[in-house]
């Protein structure tokens, strides 16, 4: 009886803590996406603006600084379009003036 117990407290208690990972990988993805969406928001709303009031052109051609894939598709600058690309959101766009700005996507978690 006291055995029988004793395996379905253990039961319990692996069934908790598998909810629990289920429930941090969630979590995880969602801020994921959510950053995400606010890189495509700033994107959307027109561009970024650097320190000294420069509107940052994303247009063009840009260089993934993690894989080095180069490309003009939209929003190259923020996401990296290569499917194998490691670090696929970009950290800092860098404006026409030289100064870095900070891509709203690439906030990190702590
Ligand atoms: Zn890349
Ligand atoms: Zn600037």
């Known amino acids: ?3 029988a117990l004793r395996f379905a407290f253990a039961a319990l208690v692996a069934v908790g803590e598998g909810l629990l990972w289920a429930l941090l990988a969630l979590r995880i993805l969602g801020q994921g996406t959510r950053h995400l969406a606010d890189g495509r928001k ?3 709303a027109g561009a970024l603006t650097c320190p000294a009031g420069h509107e940052v052109d994303l247009a063009g051609f840009h260089e993934c600084s993690a894989c080095g894939f180069v ?3 939209p929003g190259a600058a923020l996401f990296c379009p290569n499917p194998y690309c490691e670090a696929p ?3 800092y766009v860098t404006c026409e003036c030289g100064r870095s700005v900070v891509n709203p996507a690439a906030r990190v978690v702590p």
């Open 89 to 91: 959101v970009a950290p």
């Open 1 to 3: 009886m006291i055995a």
């Open 71 to 73: 490309s003009d598709e």
């Open 42 to 44: 700033a994107l959307g």
